[in-house]
């Protein structure tokens, strides 16, 4: 059905009592917009919703005789007003008199948005005098903001002339006071999104550099120029023809996800939830294979709004000094180019920055003056001129600007401001051709929170930061970072670690080939090539061994410091990966993570220091912790005796890994266990939670009797309590008792820091336990955004010498803990190690376990077990289908 034949029919309705014509209409507007998508420009299906909603309230306006009413008008007001209406948006009226209605006015007009509410119109109405619109709209922005672009529907032409009047009078919003209300609403919003677009599920509507930016400027021009079309305000001198022309594009590419997903959904939503963004994706052109669709809408919509925002910044900020009047108060001269003006950097003449090398120059001159806060209009618009001049050639290939970036990289505060307009201005786009394929770049997982290239603008910051002063959260990494000879070499390592993302094959082989041509084309010398292009391609594995090997494992630490092989490799890898996982994701960091790379580090230094002699480092570890746990011990005046009696049921491998608090803890504990709790119920567990001496989180300690399922009981539980084991070490005394250590954190990944919350734990897991064969029920279901994500479950088993390695990728179910543990009794496998990371959506957890006579399994278990583990997982799924 066309538009037209829409319109027809909404005026062949005869009555107002027909509702099942009316609704019909409605639902037909809808079928139009879902037929027309495909084969219409997006301006036309938004101005055409618009027109269909004219014509229908139109029309029930005259059905319901409103029309012969004096003094009453029906505006639209909003997005509306502007003719412009996505599938689902709200319509918003305002229905304006002159004077309060009487009562037979009132009903009718309360039949007329009842008979809207109705037909199921998502309709946002007012009903108000002239007098009431205007002393509102000057108490609220909102309302002044809908105001500028009201239009008159239908009615008396007179009321809604002298409404325009008094919001044109000098006492209602003058220009100089709406744009700083403006300005500050906008600064609030993006703070909202932590100043950035770049979240894995972005409201398209009110994200830094999506519409309502694009909103902001067309506000502030209405009210101040009075003028309703965008082309003129190129007749002011605020834009560019050719940066109009490019505006509009930007918004039309925003006002086409905005209605896919709104014909998707079904309904008024402006957030691209996962849920969504595949369907999305496929309505918009790229393909439907859904992770890699999903990236490439998700890459064009992340340059659209970058681009975005630059047109927003250079208008609001020549819009401030112009409306609000102001004018330079502090001028300072730089050179013959550029100029201070209110710190702002700004060329002096026309055409300043007019080649590649100006630009890196003109990055020199700000890392040359650190009292630089922000670029002048002028600067961004030299800066997108000539990066679009030149954008058919990338600025590597130029000899002088090699010359250039090699300056700027080894410059000292480079990194400070400069970078982040090579940044975010793209002039390392424009240099770098394997830069400008990750820019905007997003992968469609949980893990993930930005795209490549503000994954790794963000690294770059933070390794930035290591070289401040006021570090105080990373003293070692300020420490190793300033003892560099050539700090750039772990810069450029950190801007090419990731960009071969995207690409087939391992990201990191390929990277490191990259930076071996960067460093051929930049003179770097070859040694020092081999040591970037060896940080970029080993930059997951310091992360990796931490979080997923048993790092108290001397063949483990050997493997490891071989092949780090310096101190000095060792130290910007440490460096390099602290950064890189802060940078991943806001939520990934925390101080389990903290101290397993300290641990790793440490050991691995004194590993190297020992000429790689790794048992004899964990000999002299053993020996150190006993000592310093024994001396705390007696501070506490334990029983010697005892203590000696009981670590003597314990190896060596526990006194490797526990630190002396924690070994002088447990022991306490233990003792005064066997000393009362023991004498009274034989077959009890000591249960014990402390969050005070464990490394980066709370350490659960069970003791007592070995009995089946004891892991999986306990990870039921824990996980019912939206806890999350992070570490297990499980073992049997050399005389029977089970002895196991896990360490918990909240499911968000920070510490437990509530003395109730530790007390609770403990009651429910001794609850739990004392009820043998029950199995505790777990209502946690799967979250909404990984219902969308495909994580296939993958095991796989590494022989070691007495015992079994298990790799478990899955996805992050609730519960999945509890299966596998289950799966492991059922299978007749001890379970002795566990290490449980979560990787976004997926749980990458590694179990370290042994067969009934204490070896490693057979093929034959193998097998079994993986079955086992399947079936449980399957299990799972089942479960968590919504």
């Known amino acids: 059905m066309s538009l037209q034949k829409l319109i027809a029919q909404v005026e062949s309705i005869g009555s107002v009592d027909d509702l099942g014509a009316i609704k019909q209409c409605v639902k037909h507007s809808y079928e139009w917009l879902d037929d027309a998508f495909d084969q219409s420009a997006v301006n036309q299906l938004v101005t055409g919703r618009a027109q269909f909603v004219d014509a229908l309230l139109l029309h029930l306006w005259h059905l319901l005789r409103l029309d012969e009413v004096s003094d009453i008008t029906l505006c639209a007001v909003g997005g509306y007003g502007r003719g ?127 519409l309502r930016d694009i909103q902001s400027i067309g506000w502030v021009a209405k009210k101040h120029f009075k003028e309703y079309d965008g082309w003129n305000l190129v007749g002011h001198g605020y834009f560019t023809e050719d940066e109009h022309s490019e505006l509009i594009r930007c918004r039309m590419h925003l006002w086409r996800m905005r209605c896919a997903l709104h014909l998707v959904a079904g309904r008024s939503e402006n957030r691209l939830l996962f849920d969504y963004q595949p369907e999305v994706a496929m309505r918009l052109g790229y393909g439907d294979d859904a992770k890699r ?25 020549r819009f401030r000094y112009d409306m609000l009047n102001q ?92 970078w982040n307009i090579m940044h975010e201005y793209g002039i390392l786009q424009a240099y770098l051709p394997e830069w400008d394929k990750i820019v905007g770049m997003m992968q469609f997982d949980l893990f993930h929170a930005y795209t490549v290239d503000e994954h790794t603008h963000r690294l770059v910051k933070f390794i930035n930061q290591y070289f401040s002063r006021e570090n105080q959260a990373f003293p070692r990494c300020s420490r190793i970072v300033r003892n560099l000879d050539k700090p750039d070499l772990l810069y450029i390592a950190a801007i090419f670690h990731d960009i071969a993302k995207g690409r087939d094959g391992d990201h990191s082989q390929l ?55 310096s101190q000095n490799h060792l130290n910007q890898l440490y460096a390099l990966t602290l950064a890189d996982i802060r940078a991943t994701n806001d939520n990934l960091w925390n101080d389990w993570k903290a101290s397993l790379l300290r641990e790793l580090y440490l050991m691995t230094q004194k590993a190297l220091d020992n000429g790689l002699q790794c048992q004899a480092t964990l000999d002299e570890r053993v020996e150190t912790h006993k000592q310093l746990a024994r001396r705390l011990l007696a501070e506490s005046g334990a029983d010697q005796m005892k203590v000696d009696v009981f670590w003597t049921r314990m190896d060596d491998d526990y006194f490797v890994r526990f630190k002396p608090a924690q070994i002088a803890w447990h022991t306490l504990e233990i003792i005064n266990a066997e ?38 009981q306990v990870a039921s539980v824990l996980d019912s309590r939206n806890c999350s084991i992070h570490d297990a070490h499980i073992t049997v005394t050399r005389d029977g008792f ?58 796989r088993f590494f022989s070691l010498e007495d015992s079994t390695l298990i790799e478990l990728e899955a996805l992050d179910a609730p519960g999945i803990l509890a299966k596998v543990g289950h799966a492991f009794v059922d ?26 006579q204490g070896q490693a399994l057979t093929q034959e278990q193998q097998v079994k077990l993986k079955k086992r583990i399947l079936f449980k997982l399957d299990q799972l799924e089942d479960i968590n289908i919504p």
């Not at 919509?301 to 970058?306: A, D, E, H, N």
């Open 84 to 210: 412009h209406l996505q599938p689902y948006s709200d319509i918003d009226l305002l229905i304006l008199s002159r004077k309060q209605l009487g009562e037979d006015e009132q009903e009718k007009v309360s039949r007329f948005i009842t008979l809207l509410w109705d037909i199921k119109l998502d309709v946002g109405q007012a009903v108000r005098t002239i007098k009431e619109t205007v002393k509102l709209a000057k108490e609220d922005i909102s309302i002044a903001t809908n105001l500028v672009e009201s239009r008159l529907l239908i009615g008396n032409e007179h009321v809604f002339e002298s409404l325009l009047d008094e919001l044109n009078s000098r006492s209602y919003w003058p220009s100089k006071d709406f744009f700083t209300a403006k300005y500050e609403e906008q600064k609030a919003r993006h703070a909202k999104f932590h100043g950035t677009a770049y979240n894995l599920e972005p409201n398209i509507k009110e994200n830094p550099g999506c």
């Open 293 to 317: 669709s999903v990236e490439r809408m998700m890459r064009d919509f992340f340059r659209t709004v970058r681009r975005v925002s630059e047109f927003n910044k250079m208008l609001l900020q």
């Open 675 to 712: 000393t009362s709790l023991f004498v009274d119920d034989p077959d009890t567990l000591l249960i014990r939670a402390n969050d005070r001496i464990a490394k980066g989180g709370t350490e659960i300690l069970i003791y007592g009797k070995d009995r089946q399922a004891l892991f999986a």
């Open 738 to 795: 089970c002895f196991d250590s896990m360490l918990v954190l909240e499911n968000d990944g920070s510490r437990l820091t509530s003395d109730d919350r530790t007390r609770d734990l403990e009651e429910a897991i001794l609850t739990q336990l004392n009820r043998p064969g029950f199995s505790h029920s777990n209502n946690r279901k799967l979250p909404r955004q990984m219902r969308q994500l495909d994580v296939p479950t993958k095991v």
């Open 827 to 852: 299978c007749n496998v001890t379970l002795k190690l566990a290490k449980i990371a979560t990787i976004g959506e997926r749980a990458e957890d590694i179990f370290i376990v042994s067969n009934e």
């Open 327 to 418: 004018n330079v108060k502090e001028q300072h001269i730089l050179n013959d180019e550029y100029w201070l003006l209110d710190k702002m950097i700004a060329p002096r003449h026309e055409d300043v920055i007019n080649s590649p090398e100006a630009m890196l120059d003109f990055l020199r001159v700000v890392a040359d003056t650190p009292e630089v806060e922000g670029l002048d209009t002028d600067a961004i618009r030299q800066l997108r001129n000539t990066r679009r001049a030149f954008e058919n050639e990338y600025f590597v290939e130029r000899p002088a600007c090699r010359d250039r970036l090699m300056d700027l990289l080894r410059h000292p505060r480079f990194f400070d401001f400069a």
């Open 511 to 565: 990277g490191a080939l990259d930076v071996k041509k960067f460093c051929v084309q930049h003179g770097i010398e070859e040694k020092d090539s081999k040591l970037i292009s060896w940080l970029v391609e080993n930059h997951l594995l310091m992360s990796v061994v931490a979080q997923r090997r048993d790092i108290y494992d001397p063949e483990v630490i050997n493997e490891f410091a071989t092949t780090i092989r």
